[in-house]
């Protein structure tokens, strides 16, 4: 994969500085980099010995940065977002297009995804495009892999990143098609967990996991556990096979609709929730392409998400919100 021009001007223990101050621990970083715990370490103190003090408390778990390593972290950051505004400037005069590497769930790839590639790609030289949960998608955002991400609201995010809201997308039920010839449509939680089928959940260390396990949790909803998936095509899968019930998104449906006739979509009764997407990267970097994104992204939703959506699921005109 490539990497940002910046990468070429900073020096590794400047690029390995920054990378402990977003995840306060030398093994992870050595884990993203590749290399081992003592290396990382040994480029961290080389780093200390050429500027004159130190940057962590290293028996805190996780680290601790010193007052100084505070100061000149906040410095970098607000330098190589700068250097990358500067570059990006220098590269348009010089008819350089610049390299983006973005991170999109798996439930938008198809649609919204293809939508940001087909209008960007004139004014980049190379666009990088991978599909992830929402939970690896920000492991890969602090890892330097991506520069953006479309994601979930996630409970574990990290310091010193932007977060733009895109849209609230409500939740749908997701029915094997014999729940179709049930006289009564009317799908409360009590008659589903009762319907003889279990629920088909979301890995709970997914994002759609995180979100769903919370709301069941809150509202005190208890079903059988005996089917998690991390995909939403498998997901969708097992439904249309008549192995269990789920529920997800109207995004879901629709990267799944050559499914559609094996499977039926239901409103989702009180107690109800939705999702917010937002786009998310680094404070000071990429915020041009991000403001660009963004408005694709609300643009699309409002112009071929939602209408899409109102297809097989009416009611959930409401329930959407851009912006």
């Known amino acids: 994969m490539s990497k940002p021009i910046t990468d070429s001007i900073l020096s590794s223990e400047t690029r390995v500085f920054l990378m402990c101050c977003d995840l306060r621990s030398f093994s992870a970083v050595a884990h993203a980099l ?71 769930l798996e439930s938008l790839h198809l ?44 409970s574990t995010e990290p310091s010193h990143v932007f977060r733009k809201l895109l ?18 449509q009317n799908w409360t939680w009590q008659r589903l967990a009762v319907c003889g089928l279990p629920l088909i959940r979301y890995w709970n260390e997914s994002g759609a996991g995180e979100i769903n396990e919370m709301f069941m949790k809150t509202h005190g909803l208890r079903f059988p556990d005996k089917i998690s998936v991390d995909t939403n095509s498998l997901l969708v899968t097992l439904v249309s096979q008549g192995i269990g019930w789920g529920f997800s998104r109207p995004t879901t449906v629709i990267e799944n609709i050559h499914m559609h006739s094996h499977f039926i979509v239901r409103e989702m009764q009180k107690p109800n929730f939705s999702r917010e997407v937002y786009l998310i990267g680094r404070e000071q970097e990429f915020v041009v392409e991000s403001e660009v994104i963004a408005e694709i992204a609300k643009q699309f939703v409002q112009e071929n998400i939602i209408p899409e959506s109102l297809k097989f699921a009416p009611w959930v005109k409401d329930g959407f919100t851009v912006g």
């Open 34 to 104: 590749g290399i081992t715990q003592s290396a990382v370490s040994k480029i961290i103190r080389k780093f200390e010995n050429a500027i004159g003090f130190e940057l962590f408390i290293r028996n805190s778990r996780p680290l601790t940065l010193t007052p100084e390593a505070h100061l000149l972290h906040r410095q970098l950051r607000g330098l190589k977002g700068e250097m990358t505004r500067s570059l990006s400037s220098l590269q348009s005069k010089n008819y350089i297009k610049p390299i983006l590497r973005i991170g999109i």
């Open 167 to 184: 849209f609230h997308e409500p939740s749908v039920l997701i029915l094997p098609k014999p729940f179709e010839k049930d006289p009564d």
């Open 111 to 154: 649609n919204l995804g293809l939508a940001i590639l087909k209008n960007l790609l004139p004014n980049l030289s190379q666009i990088v495009m991978l599909t992830a949960s929402a939970n690896v998608l920000i492991q890969r955002l602090i890892e330097r892999k991506l520069d953006l991400i479309i994601t979930n609201d996630v």
